[in-house]
């Protein structure tokens, strides 16, 4: 385990190429996989979560290459043309490629096994495990539906109509995965809408794909049997990547950064809206399209953060952004309150718990709730001073590294290596920009 420790910085300053978004990169590379043809991606985020995704296509048969000059290149095997895996498929950390990949399994008439970290087998997947059943997919899990599960595709799947029980644009992803290869039209209901970027890659693959509102929430309509056509993509930087650096230079005073080509589609921006409900100045600039997926390049301005409440529905919308929120909310002035966490408990770590814990061992007043936090704002720079436990868990890492730029003392994380899951050179890129992030060896 190889810890690292944040000292108070200076302000920030310069440009910076945040890597490509992880929910992008996943959905490429397994539609490259589903598709006829050669898909090109560029931007492809070449975090660990990502690679594992790559190497489980490969597993499924599809070839995979990536050029020097970074390009990545799929040749897939189209709808019903994948191999039955000869070992077992380790997603590693990462929520996104196991469950999104159940779906595209169960469209194959093959079995596969499936595995994760310790943090990846304590995660529910029987979200992902009952939608699929009515479709016609067995799985064996582990009590509780935990990983390592096996996943048997049936002969011919059944298309389902299916009302998502909890907010989660993976279990929405996977059903729509697996109703390319099921005959007529598969419908996933929406309560809240999440993430759309599988409707939009489906539809840049040339799939039919429909989205309208109905009375108990958004309808998304896919026609099965697509045939899906290779095309490229160019992958945006990531907005949750990108909140690491643009809340330190709010929070650092005199900062003035910028972020080019970051994500910008609108069901990811709720942290973007909550920074500037608080009187953080973002502005966005040479707004443009990238495969289906609006970006604009980001300059943000140190300035006072005033406390604000966030309401439950904008969960969707920043839901991997909470950790990071709740940093700018312990400089900020007055008591931030954040509500309809509860998501937030099934992720890498109980994120809940473990901002509650943090904050508070960096001097921070909060209140933990069954589904909520309050954090008592110190109006300028909190005392930090502590050393966080990340438990596998990249974005508690990062938040509270960007908590020791912006506290009185150092902060230290006792593991930084899962922060190559979603930000493969997060310290250098940090230095970059004036922040100094410094490794303690080996504990
Ligand atoms: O679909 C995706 O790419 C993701 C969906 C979200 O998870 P849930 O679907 O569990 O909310 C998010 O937390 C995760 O980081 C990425
Ligand atoms: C929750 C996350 O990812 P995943 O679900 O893919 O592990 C995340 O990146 O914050």
Redesign the pocket.
Known sequence: MASLTAHPSEALSGTLQVPGD??IS?RALMLGTLAVGRTSISGLLEGE?VLNTAAAMRALGAEITRDVDGLWQVWGRGVGGLREPDDVLDFG?????A?LAMGLVAGQAINAVFTGDA??RR?PMARIMRPLEQMGVRFVAREGGRLPLTVSGPQALMPVTYRLPVASA?VKSAILLAGIAAPGKTTVVEPEPTRDHSERILRHFGAAVEVGDGEDGRHVILTGEAELTAAPVNIPADP?SAAFPLVAALLLPGSEITLPAVGMNPLRTGLFRTLREMGAELEEENARREAGEPVADLRVRAGRLQAVTVPAERAPSM??EYPILAVAAACAEGTTRLEGLAELRV??SDRLAAMARGLQACGVEVEEGRDSLAIHGCGGRPPGGATIEADL???IAMSFLVMGLCAERAVSVDDAGPIN??FPGFTEAMGGLGAGLRGDGTT
């Open positions: 992880k929910s996943h979560d950390n990462s929520g996104t490629g469950r943090s990846l995660r993976q949750s839901i991997d992720k890498e868990d990249h974005r899951t979603s």
